[in-house]
């Protein structure tokens, strides 16, 4: 009886060390999940960044008119054969032209972060950053381009925040939600709450400073900033990409510690044809 004791225990604590070791196995591959689908979600948007601007309107000529392509020359910025680049950047938000897939024809891209209901900037996450590819319309400005259709999506986005919000880290959108377990979402979310505030998007100057946003080409005195087409003005010469990925509710939660990890990517593409 002695000796049968003592086999359970041993047994025991060996089968709970496997059912560990399985548990965190599964908890990293979850992290490894997570990494994979944001890391080829932010390939693709330095890619389509390094192409924004190109051809822009100093290589495709306009009749009658010049460079700039903003608001004070329509016909170029409205030609389906002149990239303009930058046409609207916030911190949920980015448009931007050009020649995406280096075949000639000009594309008008969005990105965009958006909660359950679609709403930009979103009022609560997890959110979903999309993406949207359309040909260039001739004859309609940038800022007008569409309708669109967002094929491209990343899902449980959690990061939402604007530099100078409401608190030390940005503001960003709360975090809603219950665990499989039925926590409370305060309880739940304390742990993973700063990864709320850090916005998806930030631009920078030839300084490497961070520049205010929005910026609209829409809006008269907003070129410069979006073209750099004047060196001596602090202007947007690269983007920053910022996403942290909550792990599914049913599928990703860790059954170590019962909550779902978060996986941080960051990427960064420098707009090479601007001015």
Not at 22 to 27: A, E, H, M, P
Not at 91 to 119: M, R
Not at 225 to 244: A, E, F, P, Q
């Amino acid at each position: 009886m002695i000796v049968c004791a003592v086999l359970a225990i041993v047994l025991g604590a060996v089968f709970q060390g496997i059912n560990t070791i399985i548990q965190r196995s599964q908890s990293e591959q979850v992290k490894v999940d997570l990494t994979q689908a944001g890391r080829e979600f932010v390939d693709e948007f330095e890619r389509d960044l390094h192409q924004a601007g190109y051809p822009n309107c100093r290589l495709v000529a306009t009749a009658g008119v010049n460079c700039p392509a903003d608001t004070t020359q329509l016909a170029v910025a409205q030609n389906s054969v002149v990239a303009v680049g930058l046409v609207y950047v916030d911190n949920t938000k980015i448009i931007f032209e050009g020649d995406i897939q280096g075949n000639g024809t000009v594309e008008s891209l969005e990105y965009k972060l958006v909660d359950v209901n679609g709403a930009t900037p979103p009022a609560s996450c997890p959110c979903t950053l999309q993406r949207s590819e359309i040909p260039k319309v001739n004859g309609v400005s940038p800022w007008a381009q569409g309708p669109r259709n967002f094929y491209q999506e990343l899902q449980n986005v959690v990061n939402s925040g604007i530099p100078g919000g409401t608190n030390a880290y940005g503001g960003g959108a709360p975090i809603t939600g219950n665990t499989a377990w039925g926590t409370s979402n305060t309880a739940y979310y304390a742990a993973i709450t700063t990864f709320k505030d850090y916005p998806v998007f930030q631009a920078y100057d030839q300084f490497g400073n961070i520049v205010p946003l929005p910026v609209d080409l829409s809006v008269p005195g907003s070129t410069q900033k979006l073209t750099c087409s004047v060196d001596s003005i602090s202007c947007i010469k690269s983007i920053r990409l910022t996403i942290n990925l909550l792990a599914d509710a049913t599928t990703g939660v860790d059954l170590q510690n019962k909550v779902r990890p978060v996986s941080t990517l960051v990427g960064s593409a420098r707009l090479v044809n601007n001015f």
